[in-house]
């Protein structure tokens, strides 16, 4: 089965500080990965999404991933945070391409601070 | 990009009531729509899947009986708690597949917040 560990509950970053959410998987085959943003009050968005290719998935807001098959991880990373960047993070994985039966992990919550 | 309405955004009620939350794609037909809840501080979990038409297909340990889910028409899905307990509480997002949509065809409602007294 597969399965998403997002180890971090909260992060705290300075505004204009860089940012890495780290996402770890467990999936027996080749996995399609996701990360969502969830601003209070709203819906999930998605932010980028890999499926193939390059392993560095460029997306929207200027956040970019990583998809390291040997660490079995997704990392998202931000060279420079926004105050408007506070909002809860979650990274999911799915079994084919546009499959929505989705497994998330437990979120990260991301503070900005001035 | 697509719009997903989910309503209400929180309610409040008694252990026992039933309570139907809404969700419903604005300007898309939405030939599969999905039900998921998560728990504080966790992840959220899948609860069933809803084609239009046709009976949704539930998780294993998600009651059918107690989480009623109707798919109508292609661009509204309830979700009914039926004898809802303390337990029930939770928050309960859903999610609609546009089949026709370019790049990203999958919206997320902004979620309902269920507390049972």
């Known amino acids: 089965a597969q399965s998403v560990t997002q180890p971090d509950i909260h992060i705290t970053v300075s505004e204009g500080a860089s940012l890495e959410l780290r996402c770890n998987y467990s999936y027996g085959a080749t996995p399609y990965l996701f990360w969502y943003v969830q601003s209070p009050g709203q819906g999930l968005q998605l932010l980028l999404k890999y499926f193939s290719g390059d392993t560095l998935v460029q997306g929207i807001k200027g956040f970019e991933a990583e998809f390291k098959r040997s660490q079995s991880s997704f990392n998202l990373r931000k060279p420079s945070v926004h105050w408007s960047d506070a909002a809860e993070y979650f990274c999911?994985?799915?079994?084919?391409?546009?499959?929505?039966?989705?497994?998330f992990g437990t979120g990260t919550r991301l503070t900005i601070i001035p | 990009g697509a719009v997903v309405s989910q309503h209400p955004s929180w309610v409040i009620c008694k252990s026992g009531t039933s309570v139907k939350i809404e969700c419903r794609s604005l300007d898309f037909q939405a030939t599969t729509m999905f039900w998921y809840r998560q728990f504080p501080k966790q992840s959220l979990m899948l609860m069933a899947t809803?084609?239009?038409?046709?009976?949704?297909t539930y998780e294993q340990g998600v009651e059918k009986d107690k989480f009623l889910i109707n798919h109508a028409s292609l661009t509204l899905s309830t979700l009914t708690v039926t004898s809802a307990h303390p337990e029930d509480s939770s928050f309960y997002i859903c999610s609609a597949r546009d089949p026709w949509g370019e790049g990203e065809k999958l919206f997320f409602g902004s979620g309902t917040q269920l507390s049972v007294l």
């Open positions: 809803s084609n239009e038409g046709s009976k949704a």
């Open positions: 999911a994985v799915g079994s084919n391409f546009g499959n929505e039966k989705l497994t």
